[in-house]
Structure formats: C-alpha cells, structure tokens
C-alpha cells in the first residue's frame, strides 16, 4: 500500500510564509510525478505546482513568483513553499503523487488547511 501525508498548514497573516511537506511511503516501485493542489469552500480542486521525476515543474498562473516546489528523489518527498501568502491562497492543500506500486496509479494525502488571515 501506498500512503501519501502532509504537514505543514496552518494561520498565517497576509504576506506572510508557509513550508508544506509531502511524504510518500510504502511498497513504491517509481514515483513519476508529485503535486500540489487546493480546494477552496465552494470552488473545484485546481493544481497549484506539480514536479515530474525528471524535474520539470509547472505552476498555476495565481502562484507563479511567490510559491516554490521541490522535491526530495531519495526521500519520497515534495515541498510547497509559498511566501507572499494572500487571502485567497485560503484553502486545503492536497498532495498528489503518481507512483508505480507496480502499476502506475494517482494517490492523494488527507489535505492540510492553509488559512491566510489577519
């Protein structure tokens, strides 16, 4: 079985930081890809940045300049660091990973809330 989790939410005040973190673990053959993504009440779920095993990384348009992704190969992990938080960056964050355990197949972790607040 494959388990993905996330760490790192929370409060923080407009222009303020944030670091999430994405472990994925289990019985994984190959990881081809890793993401972030966020739900707001009432709005669908939209990526925010995803990074491909061969490190190529793309960002949604509303974070570009103040998010950063990065990952970790030899620990299964991913990073979202987002700095110059707005209010509409309030969401519950989704860690995603495409992961070949053996067959290729999308996982999700339980979300973690980022509220951006003064």
């Known amino acids: 079985q494959v388990q993905v989790v996330e760490s790192g939410g929370g409060l923080v005040q407009p222009g303020g930081s944030l670091r999430l973190s994405c472990a994925v673990s289990?019985?994984?053959?190959?990881?081809?890809?890793m993401g972030w993504y966020r739900q707001a009440p009432g709005k669908q779920r939209e990526l925010v940045a995803s990074?491909?095993?061969?490190?190529?990384?793309n960002y949604a348009d509303a974070v570009k300049g103040r998010f950063t992704t990065s990952g970790d190969n030899s620990k299964n992990m991913v990073y979202l660091q987002m700095s110059s938080l707005k209010p509409e960056d309030t969401a519950v964050y989704y860690c995603?990973?495409?992961?070949?355990?053996?067959?290729?197949?999308?996982?999700w972790g339980q979300g973690t809330q980022v509220t951006v607040s003064s």
């Open positions: 995603h990973a495409q992961v070949r355990a053996p067959g290729l197949d999308n996982y």
């Open positions: 990074i491909s095993s061969g490190d190529e990384i």
């Open positions: 289990g019985r994984i053959f190959g990881i081809r890809a």
